[in-house]
C-alpha cells in the first residue's frame, strides 16, 4: 500500500479519470433514432410531455384539461388533495391563528379532513416526536456538516434507522409511526444541519433552539432558525401556505415516484425517504426556485429601471438566446411538465407574496415579478415552438416569498422536503398497502452480441 498517497486523491479528476471518462461516454452513447424506432419515452413522457401512466392513486389530482367533445383541451390548473381543492383548503383558512399544513397533512395520509379533536390529538402526537434522540445534534449533525443541506438531512434520516429497534418492520402501524416521527423531525434537521454548517464553515454564531410543543410545523421553522425566535403572523401564515402547496403534487413527480419505486421493494422508511431526498435534490425538481431567485438578481443588475418593460423583454429574450444569466436558454419559473393555462399554487401564492411584499416595503420586487409574469409567456411564445401553453409555476413565486422570510438559499430545497414529506409518507403507505408487487419497467437492450476477445488478441 502507498502509504504516501496524497489525501485528496479521491476528490481529484486525475488524467487517468478524464480518460476512462472519455471511454464511459463513448459506451454510454445510444443513437437517438432508436428511441423513436422503439417507441421508448424518454422520461416516461409521450412527446406532448405527458407522462405514461404507471400506477393508480387516490391522494392527489393533478388537473390541467377539460374534456370538450370527448377530446381534452387545456384548461386553469387545478391541484385536488384527496378530492378537496387546495383553493378550498387554503380559504379556509382565513383566521392567521388557524395553520393548515397539519390538517392538510391528516387528510393526506388519513383520506378525510379531521374535526377539531381529531386535529388536536394529531398535533399533541406530533409535538411528542419532535424530540431527537440524546446526543444525536452532538453526534451526528455537528460532526462533518456538509455544505448541502439536502445531504445532511439525507445522512441524518438514515442514521436514525440506527436509533429505531423496529427500523425494518414494514407493517403499517410501524410504517405510519416512521413516517409521523419524520415528517415531525424534518424541520429541526434541516435547521440544525445549516445551523451547524454557518457555525462551523462560516463562523457564525450556533443557536440550537428547543422547539416548543404549541407551535405549527411552520412557526417552528421560523422560531428555530431566528437568533431571536420573532416572526409576524403573516410571515408564519405564508410560510403555512407555501408547506401546504408543495406537500403533495400527484404520483409522477420524481421524488414521489422514487417512493413508489423504492417502497415497492420492500425496504425501510429511511432508505425509502432518503432516496426520495436524493430526488428532490436534483437541480431540475426540488432546486428549481433558486434559480429563479438567482436569475431575478442577475435581472436586477443589468436593468436599471424595474419599470422599464422593453429593458425587461429584451433581458428575457436574451434568456433564451443564451445571452444572459447562466445561458441555459430558460426563463426559469415558466412552464411546467403538466400545468399549461395556469398553476394553481402559482396563483394561490402570488396573493399572500403581494401582501408580505407591502409589510417588508419590497412592492417594486413584487411589481418587477409581475411584469415578468406578464411578458414571459408572450416572447416564449414568440421565440418557441410549444406544444401546450406557458405559465408561471409555484416556483416564480416561492423563492421571492423565501427571501422576504429572510431564508438562506441553502434552506429552499429543505423546506420543499419538509411540507413534501407528507405528500412522501401517504404514498409509501399506500404502495405498500395496495401493489405488493416490486416495479421492473423494461428497458430494450440494443447492444449488438459480440464473440469474446482471448487478452492475448486485444
Given at each position: 500500500?502507498?502509504?504516501?498517497?496524497?489525501?485528496?486523491?479521491?476528490?481529484?479528476?486525475?488524467?487517468?479519470?478524464?480518460?476512462?471518462?472519455?471511454?464511459?461516454?463513448?459506451?454510454?452513447?445510444?443513437?437517438?433514432?432508436?428511441?423513436?424506432?422503439?417507441?421508448?419515452?424518454?422520461?416516461?413522457?409521450?412527446?406532448?410531455?405527458?407522462?405514461?401512466?404507471?400506477?393508480?392513486?387516490?391522494?392527489?389530482?393533478?388537473?390541467?384539461?377539460?374534456?370538450?367533445?370527448?377530446?381534452?383541451?387545456?384548461?386553469?390548473?387545478?391541484?385536488?388533495?384527496?378530492?378537496?381543492?387546495?383553493?378550498?383548503?387554503?380559504?379556509?383558512?382565513?383566521?392567521?391563528?388557524?395553520?393548515?399544513?397539519?390538517?392538510?397533512?391528516?387528510?393526506?395520509?388519513?383520506?378525510?379532513?379531521?374535526n377539531q379533536e381529531e386535529l388536536s390529538s394529531f398535533c399533541g402526537q406530533?409535538?411528542?416526536y419532535r424530540s431527537l434522540p440524546t446526543s444525536f445534534v452532538r453526534d451526528?449533525?455537528?460532526?462533518?456538516?456538509?455544505?448541502?443541506?439536502?445531504?445532511?438531512?439525507?445522512?441524518?434520516?438514515?442514521?436514525?434507522?440506527?436509533?429505531?429497534?423496529?427500523?425494518?418492520?414494514?407493517?403499517?402501524?410501524?410504517?405510519?409511526?416512521?413516517?409521523?416521527?419524520?415528517?415531525?423531525?424534518?424541520?429541526?434537521?434541516?435547521?440544525?444541519?445549516?445551523?451547524?454548517?454557518?457555525?462551523?464553515?462560516?463562523?457564525?454564531?450556533?443557536?440550537?433552539?428547543?422547539?416548543?410543543?404549541?407551535?405549527?410545523?411552520?412557526?417552528?421553522?421560523?422560531?428555530?432558525?431566528?437568533?431571536?425566535?420573532?416572526?409576524?403572523?403573516?410571515?408564519?401564515?405564508?410560510?403555512?401556505?407555501?408547506?401546504?402547496?408543495?406537500?403533495?403534487?400527484?404520483?409522477?413527480?420524481?421524488?414521489?415516484?422514487?417512493?413508489?419505486?423504492?417502497?415497492?421493494?420492500?425496504?425501510?422508511?429511511?432508505?425509502?425517504?432518503?432516496?426520495?431526498?436524493?430526488?428532490?435534490?436534483?437541480?431540475?425538481?426540488?432546486?428549481?426556485?433558486?434559480?429563479?431567485?438567482?436569475?431575478?438578481?442577475?435581472?436586477?443588475?443589468?436593468?436599471?429601471?424595474?419599470?422599464?418593460?422593453?429593458?425587461?423583454?429584451?433581458?428575457?429574450?436574451?434568456?433564451?438566446?443564451?445571452?444572459?444569466?447562466?445561458?441555459?436558454?430558460?426563463?426559469?419559473?415558466?412552464?411546467?411538465?403538466?400545468?399549461?393555462?395556469?398553476?394553481?399554487?402559482?396563483?394561490?401564492?402570488?396573493?399572500?407574496?403581494?401582501?408580505?411584499?407591502?409589510?417588508?416595503?419590497?412592492?417594486?420586487?413584487f411589481a418587477l415579478y409581475s411584469t415578468v409574469e406578464r411578458l414571459a409567456?408572450?416572447?416564449?411564445?414568440?421565440?418557441?415552438?410549444?406544444?401546450?401553453?406557458?405559465?408561471?409555476?409555484?416556483?416564480?413565486?416561492?423563492?421571492?416569498?423565501?427571501?422576504?422570510?429572510?431564508?438562506?438559499?441553502?434552506?429552499?430545497?429543505?423546506?420543499?422536503?419538509?411540507?413534501?414529506?407528507?405528500?412522501?409518507?401517504?404514498?409509501?403507505?399506500?404502495?405498500?398497502?395496495?401493489?405488493?408487487?416490486?416495479?421492473?419497467?423494461?428497458?430494450?437492450?440494443?447492444?449488438?452480441?459480440?464473440?469474446?476477445?482471448?487478452?492475448?488478441?486485444?
Open positions: 500500500m502507498n502509504t504516501n498517497m496524497n489525501p485528496n486523491y479521491f476528490y481529484e479528476i486525475t488524467p487517468e479519470i478524464t480518460h476512462l471518462a472519455e471511454l464511459s461516454q463513448m459506451a454510454a452513447t445510444i443513437n437517438p433514432d432508436l428511441f423513436a424506432e422503439y417507441d421508448v419515452k424518454r422520461g416516461l413522457r409521450d412527446v406532448n410531455g405527458k407522462g405514461v401512466l404507471v400506477g393508480l392513486t387516490e391522494i392527489s389530482d393533478v388537473c390541467s384539461t377539460k374534456l370538450v367533445d370527448g377530446q381534452p383541451v387545456p384548461a386553469p390548473g387545478e391541484l385536488y388533495y384527496r378530492g378537496y381543492n387546495v383553493k378550498d383548503i387554503i380559504s379556509g383558512l382565513s383566521d392567521n391563528a388557524h395553520f393548515g399544513f397539519e390538517e392538510s397533512t391528516y387528510l393526506l395520509l388519513f383520506g378525510k379532513l379531521p406530533l409535538a411528542q451526528i449533525i455537528m460532526k462533518a456538516p456538509s455544505q448541502d443541506m439536502m445531504n445532511t438531512l439525507a445522512r441524518s434520516v438514515l442514521t436514525l434507522y440506527s436509533y429505531d429497534s423496529h427500523a425494518d418492520d414494514i407493517s403499517i402501524p410501524n410504517v405510519l409511526r416512521q413516517c409521523l416521527e419524520l415528517i415531525s423531525l424534518f424541520p429541526l434537521l434541516s435547521v440544525y444541519g445549516y445551523q451547524a454548517y454557518r457555525h462551523y464553515h462560516d463562523g457564525a454564531s450556533l443557536f440550537i433552539h428547543t422547539p416548543e410543543s404549541n407551535l405549527s410545523t411552520a412557526e417552528t421553522i421560523l422560531h428555530i432558525l431566528r437568533p431571536d425566535s420573532k416572526y409576524t403572523p403573516l410571515e408564519a401564515k405564508l410560510l403555512d401556505i407555501a408547506l401546504i402547496l408543495h406537500m403533495e403534487h400527484g404520483g409522477g413527480n420524481n421524488s414521489t415516484f422514487t417512493t413508489h419505486l423504492v417502497s415497492s421493494s420492500g425496504t425501510d422508511t429511511y432508505s425509502a425517504i432518503a432516496a426520495s431526498l436524493g430526488s428532490l435534490k436534483g437541480p431540475k425538481h426540488g432546486g428549481a426556485n433558486i434559480k429563479v431567485v438567482k436569475m431575478f438578481e442577475d435581472m436586477k443588475a443589468h436593468i436599471q429601471d424595474w419599470e422599464d418593460e422593453e429593458a425587461i423583454a429584451a433581458y428575457l429574450t436574451a434568456l433564451l438566446h443564451k445571452e444572459a444569466f447562466d445561458r441555459a436558454g430558460l426563463i426559469y419559473g415558466m412552464g411546467h411538465a403538466v400545468y399549461s393555462l395556469s398553476d394553481p399554487r402559482a396563483e394561490l401564492f402570488r396573493t399572500f407574496v403581494e401582501r408580505l411584499s407591502k409589510e417588508k416595503g419590497r412592492e417594486k420586487e409567456p408572450q416572447i416564449i411564445a414568440k421565440e418557441r415552438k410549444i406544444y401546450k401553453g406557458v405559465s408561471p409555476n409555484v416556483d416564480f413565486f416561492s423563492g421571492f416569498a423565501y427571501s422576504m422570510l429572510n431564508l438562506p438559499l441553502e434552506l429552499y430545497t429543505p423546506i420543499f422536503a419538509i411540507a413534501r414529506i407528507s405528500g412522501w409518507s401517504a404514498h409509501r403507505l399506500e404502495e405498500l398497502n395496495y401493489n405488493g408487487k416490486i416495479m421492473r419497467p423494461a428497458y430494450k437492450n440494443v447492444q449488438k452480441h459480440r464473440d469474446y476477445i482471448p487478452m492475448n488478441h486485444r
